[in-house]
């Protein structure tokens, strides 16, 4: 595909926002465009929401703001013209600050007249809706509770992802003017902590937030869930909150973080609502800065404070909060998506270039293997997409020389090939890097700086899966040794796993690869994959104390390729 057929279907975007006005290309090709490859991303740090402030009093956006505001327009038009976006698919919408604005009619006529494009003013219902749509293209699937917090407001709806279809509250969401700058300025002119101004203003804002849920009508089956060991779960978007997300990474109990990246990053209600520990980070003087939390975002940490202290009183009882990047670009281009599209898994999708040809055939074969993975009859340990997106990745770093594979594989989700993808959870992150670590060999083939990365990305694997992506992994490192193009010319192995209990009455996973050829035709490399295999079940190689013994036979023998 040549540059013009590729361009066609690039879509350019500008979100005038009340905190920046941010400017986006985005690829919507049909076969990756559920994750929204991003061609183009830049920002200007242009308040509108502050522009309309001058002493505390309401004020027209000011020319010089409308100056700074075409010049960045300009520049993006001509950076479009540069990447061949067809000029149809162009767009320009604008929310809050720029829907109150005193002189809002003739702020948008003036762009209207120096650019050409027409401001698409989004109603504050819609800019729930498309807010809420844009949480939905951050996950694989959203069930519970939706917050958007922006500059100017705040919305909040219930959200259900399935099957491609997205259910909301019929009212689309209920927009309260809570944004973490008109907090802030609220908040300063209400008084301070515990004065009697302060308190007033915290019992209005209890009460609307109140109000606003009784207003989405939350569904019983997500209120039930919210008593329940499941719980429910609490989706945030928006800057504010994304500030807040940030903060909380950096006193994550895993240190530091792994995963530069806010969307698919997960906390417990209990560190969300924590407001005196993520006031104090950001405090500290001696500490150095926070990642991704500006000077701004810093000052509006007490005002999110207190919006999430407000919150803990006003919604019903959460159990995990997801953290996203979905805003409007992301909300905008999902809505327009086929539900075929929108039900594909982020993961399989993010890898699907990358995919050898006998994809089917190797996902089949290493499925059978995870599904065999339970002694205690507990199904698959690994689903279906996230054993395709691990084959459909097995073999893009194949071209690195030796000393890199693993570590470049390891890296692959955060900052590699694959990290760029929309969608994708932090464990989803985590448990595809590890596994296609161990597919070059992992832990022990990797360069120090890279070992410590790993245990810490480790940590954020499901809990008792650690093991098994170490087995799964050297799994498919023997079958890449087989099929080292991931082409399946004619079935060169079979692999048959099961259980049986030892002399000691412990369970031991009996593996046999059937070879067409001879054990002693094996060759050097083959034999190097087999032996990683069977140390996978010594136990210093267990991972935390656990994991299990393995009989590793070929072609029906005990192999003996173990190093003495």
Known sequence: MDDLDKSKYYHGLVDMGSNGVRFSITDLSPETQRVLPTVYLDRAAISLYDAQYENGKVVPIPDATTSQVLKSLLRFRSTCKDFNVPEMQIRIVATEATRKAVNSEDFRSRIKEAVGWTVELLPKEIEGRIGALGVASSYENVKGLMMDLGGGSTQLTWIVTEDGKVNMSEKGSASLPFGAAA?????????????????????????????????????????????????????????????????????????????????????????????????????????????????????????????????????????????????????????????????????????????????????????????????????????????????????AHMAHVKDLRGGAALRSTTTGIFSAAHGLSHQQRALLAILLCERYGGYGSISPTEQDFYRRMLRLVPAGLEWWCMYLGRVAAVLASVYPAGTVREERVQVKVQWRLTKKEKQQLCIDFAFNKKPDELDEGLNAALRKVEKAGKKKHWIGGNGFKILLTVNGKEYGGDDK
Not at 379 to 385: H, P, Q, R, T
């Open 183 to 395: 907090l802030t300025q609220r908040l300063g002119a209400a008084g301070p902590v515990g004065s009697k101004g302060y308190r007033a203003f915290e019992k209005e804002v209890v009460a609307d937030l109140k109000a606003a849920v009784e207003d989405i009508q939350i569904p019983d089956h997500l209120l039930e869930r919210s008593k329940s060991p499941e719980g429910l779960q609490l989706f945030l978007s928006g800057g504010g909150f994304r500030g807040w997300g940030f903060v909380l990474m950096s006193e994550h109990s895993i240190r530091p973080y792994p995963i530069p990246i806010i969307n698919g990053f997960r906390s417990t209600a209990d560190m969300f609502h924590d407001t005196q520990a993520i006031q104090a980070a950001v405090e500290k003087e001696d500490t150095p800065e926070i990642f991704r939390v500006s000077a701004r975002r810093a000052s509006q940490v007490p005002a999110v404070a207190f919006l999430v202290t407000c919150l803990s009183q006003a919604l019903p009882s959460i159990m995990d909060v997801h953290f996203c990047q979905g805003g409007v670009r992301e909300g905008i281009h999902f809505a327009e998506m086929a539900p075929d599209v929108r039900k594909e898994s982020p993961l399989v999708v993010a890898t699907r270039p990358y995919a050898p040809r006998s994809t089917p055939q190797l996902v089949e074969t290493l499925l059978h293997t995870s599904q065999a993975s339970s002694p205690n009859s507990r199904g698959a340990l690994f689903s279906s997409n996230v054993v395709t997106a691990f084959v459909q990745g097995m073999f």
